[in-house]
């Protein structure tokens, strides 16, 4: 697919035959060629002749060409390719050796992701790497791709085999977008200030909404909707923890009493605990939390300062129940 744009520091372009010479400083690069499958070019003929053999308009492959902003000059190639067996956007990159070491791939997969987002659903992206080219495994990194599992590949003409890294980075769907998954996610990248600590069968959270102090969460590690769908051995440490999370907010709040109540939100109903430190006459009436009608007003919003006094009353309590 033919594409153009422009990153920081860089000119993404469709590759053109013309484009040869400079190609095979990389093609012709046995350095480069390394952990490559296809096999090294000898002639800039040849890497003419595979510029001429692509189908460059493929809406399933964007393999452009990277370019230096501040010379124009074309420095690798590379991309996505759509692989339709793993639901999964496979990235593939050559650079010129000279040109390695200035974060140039991730800049460019990134912005890439974002132009194939925006024409159609990325369902996910993944990416296989020699186990020891730890650069290519930056570049997986900086993506937000994980390690999934212990791989190998071999190249094209069969002269060698490498022991290799599945990476890949799943994109939740908007038609099953999970507010909890989501939340979770915003702590593993760091993202969510709400976060307290990580238990082993879930995380705990500040609540946004403070209308009543303390208010406390414990998301489920596993997307699950009742504690019958959970192995037991993982049910059960989820009730620890959760007992152990309502004591924290015991100790560290000093509530007249605490309501425990275990519901489910987002697409499949995620589980997640709601730990309320409750005091008497905090509600117009005697009874459960969910009688009053504003507890999602923005003024029950923490200041930033509120909030990590919140976070750091329960979080040294956990540290101490916790061990
Ligand atoms: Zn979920």
Redo the contacts with the bound molecule.
């Keep these: 697919m033919k594409v153009n744009f422009e990153t920081e520091h860089l000119i993404i372009r469709p590759l053109v035959p013309d484009d040869a010479d400079a190609a095979f400083r990389w093609c012709g690069d046995p350095n480069v060629n390394t952990y490559m499958i296809y096999p090294l070019y000898h002639r800039a003929e040849d890497v003419r002749a595979w510029l001429e053999s692509r189908d460059a308009d493929d809406p399933d492959n964007y393999d452009e060409g990277i370019c230096l902003k501040s010379t124009g000059e074309l420095i690798g190639s590379g991309g996505m390719r759509y692989r339709p067996e793993r639901s999964a956007w496979e990235i593939g990159y050559n650079l010129r050796a000279d040109q390695w070491g200035h974060g140039y791939t991730g800049e460019y997969m990134t912005a890439l992701l974002d132009v194939i987002r925006r024409d159609r659903p990325v369902e996910a992206i993944d990416g296989i790497f020699a186990a020891e080219n730890s650069k290519s495994r930056r570049v997986m990194e900086k993506l937000g791709m994980v390690y999934v599992r212990d791989t190998s590949y071999e190249k094209l003409d069969g002269s060698q085999t490498f022991p290799a890294k599945y990476y890949r980075r799943n994109f939740l769907q908007p038609a099953d977008r999970?507010l909890?998954?989501e939340r979770?996610e915003m702590i593993r990248n760091g993202s969510n200030p709400y976060f307290v600590r990580e238990l082993e069968t879930g995380y705990v959270v500040i609540g946004d909404h403070q209308r009543f102090e303390g208010y406390t969460l414990l998301l489920c590690k596993e997307?699950a909707t009742e504690l019958s769908q959970l192995a037991p051995d993982f049910r059960n440490a989820f009730l620890r923890d959760m007992a152990v999370t309502a004591e924290a907010a015991e100790r560290a709040f000093r509530p007249d009493k605490l309501n425990y109540e275990l519901l489910g939100a987002?697409?499949?109903r995620?589980m997640h605990w709601h730990i309320f430190p409750r005091r008497n006459g905090d509600t117009p009436k005697p009874g459960p939390v969910w009688q009053v009608q504003d507890m999602n007003d923005d003024r029950y919003l923490p200041t930033a300062e509120k909030l990590e006094e919140l976070k750091s009353a329960l979080g040294k309590e956990l540290d101490q129940l916790c061990g």
């Design positions: 999970c909890i998954c979770i997307h987002g697409k499949g995620h």
